[in-house]
């Protein structure tokens, strides 16, 4: 095998650490380059010039993913290095690894890594890195996702200054940020309520409740620019088949599709559903080992929590107002009364596969056909079934025919044998008495053995032994 330049980097922001070694035995070398587009570009061709001294015909380069984004993967990339980004979750430390931690110890370890899969063959930790038009559709649909939270943090700033000045909002408001409830908010800020009394609030209070509704105000018209910019992005040759697909989902919008689709990015790298659940964090942990093997834990929770976020919204809405979700919740929270998350994080699960299949347009004739095959083979068990059904009708019509038949003879048999039998019994009854006597002497005389007693011959003689006794 020729030789192969490995290189572990520990990522900042404006310096990286760097250790690289050539082959099995070769000498690690340690060096810092500024983290900065045109350091990049000189350390890719020192990387090269170091190879080619060597004698190194490739180049392995890995680092963490981080805040720092992928450009350094790209520049490299386009310079012929083999870059890999690894996940930091996916690299086993121990406790004391943890406690002492260092640019040059976690340079250290990459390298190590690197030398395991160049030389041993195993696998590394990676992410997947998307490609630039994903990336650039990310950042819109997280900031809308990011302003949302703000704005949600912004009314809660607001009722929690109205609990400290015990304020209730008056009967007439029905209901939290509607147009009544902000028009008196305003009210309470301006120091004149609708009736002309003075506001009960201080000074203080109406100027911090003042700013909170200002910067509201801010926040709804910058999701009104990121609405319109995010349907422009749902219209769009990438995303309109899909996004149309997943919306007709109960309780998912626009929104909920593009950050599904977005954070997923290439979904054809999924071969399964079970790939999805675990890189979206719904597969549970688990803690097992030797007779123990079926302890399983919470959900692990990796991948990108907007999607869960979304996915959990989502499914209350569907919950609320699909009859099958909601009878699907129900027997899972009877199921598990004291863990009613269980329930929502499953219909969770089931939703992102459902995206997910839709979002794959192989996978969507996959399913109608396997739904067409399924139907297909319901019709034919139904079919057999039928014949089967009609076949032992037959076979019982048949029996009981022949039990019919076979019971009629039985009857007329029996029939003439008692004819025949009252015939007899007639006849005899028509013959004399004398005859019937004598007939019935002889018979007695029949069955009777000689010797056997001492019994009259007609004449007064007793018989005994075949002799005459007076």
Not at 187 to 202: F, K, W
Not at 245 to 274: A, H, K, M, P, W
Not at 309 to 331: F, S
Request: hydrophobic share 35%; charged share 30%.
């Amino acid at each position: 095998m020729s030789d192969v330049l490995m290189v572990g980097c520990d990522l900042h922001d404006r310096t990286m650490m760097l250790k690289s070694c050539v082959g099995r035995d070769g000498a690690v070398r340690t060096r810092t380059v500024p983290n900065d587009r045109g350091s990049r570009r000189i350390l890719r061709e020192l990387l090269k010039s170091e190879a080619a001294a060597a004698g190194a015909e490739k180049i392995v380069f890995a680092y963490e993913a981080s805040g720092q984004g992928f450009g350094l993967y790209d520049q490299l990339r386009e310079g012929g290095i083999e870059c890999h980004v690894l996940a930091p979750t996916k690299m086993a430390k121990t406790p004391g690894e943890r406690k002492r931690k260092t640019d040059d110890r976690d340079a250290e370890k990459i390298l190590d890594l690197v030398r395991a899969f160049v030389l041993a063959g195993t696998s590394l930790p990676t992410v997947w890195v998307p490609g630039l038009q994903t990336r650039d559709d990310r950042e819109a649909v997280r900031q809308r996702v990011t302003v949302a939270d703000k704005r949600c943090k912004v009314k809660t700033q607001v009722q929690s200054l109205l609990k400290r000045c015990d304020l209730r909002k008056p009967v007439e408001v029905k209901a939290s940020w509607t147009k009544a409830f902000e028009s008196w908010l305003r009210q309470l800020a301006d120091g004149r309520m609708a009736d002309g009394s003075p506001s009960p609030l201080g000074s203080g209070a109406r100027h911090a409740l003042s700013s909170l509704l200002r910067e509201l105000q801010f926040w709804d018209e910058e999701l009104s620019r990121l609405d319109e910019a995010v349907q422009e992005l749902a219209r769009s040759e990438r995303y309109e088949s899909a996004v149309r697909e997943q919306t007709q989902e109960d309780g998912v919008g626009v929104l909920t599709s593009l950050v599904f689709l977005s954070e997923l990015g290439d979904v054809t790298r999924f071969s399964n559903r079970r790939q999805v659940g675990a890189y979206l964090g719904l597969a549970p942990s688990c803690f097992e080992t030797g007779n123990s093997d079926d302890r399983k834990g919470h959900i692990t929770r990796q991948g990108p929590g907007r999607v869960r976020k979304l996915l959990c919204q989502a499914c209350w809405v569907a919950v609320r107002v699909n009859p099958t979700e909601r009878k699907r919740y129900e027997t899972l929270k009877a199921r598990n009364p004291n863990k009613p998350k269980i329930a929502i994080v499953a219909a969770m699960r089931r939703l992102a596969i459902r995206l997910w299949q839709k979002a794959n347009p192989p996978l969507v004739e996959e399913s109608v056909k396997q739904k067409s095959l399924k139907e297909k083979s319901v019709k034919q068990k139904s079919v057999k079934q039928k014949s089967v059904k009609q076949k032992s009708v037959k076979q019982k019509s048949v029996k009981q025919k022949s039990m019919k038949q076979k019971s009629m003879k039985s009857k007329s048999t029996k029939e003439k044998s008692f004819k025949q039998e009252s015939v007899s019994m007639k006849e005899k009854s028509s013959k004399p008495k004398s005859f019937q006597q004598k007939s019935l002497n002889q018979e007695s005389l029949k069955e009777k053995p000689m010797g056997s007693s001492r019994e009259p011959n007609g004449k007064g003689v007793f018989l005994r032994h075949g002799r005459a006794h007076e």
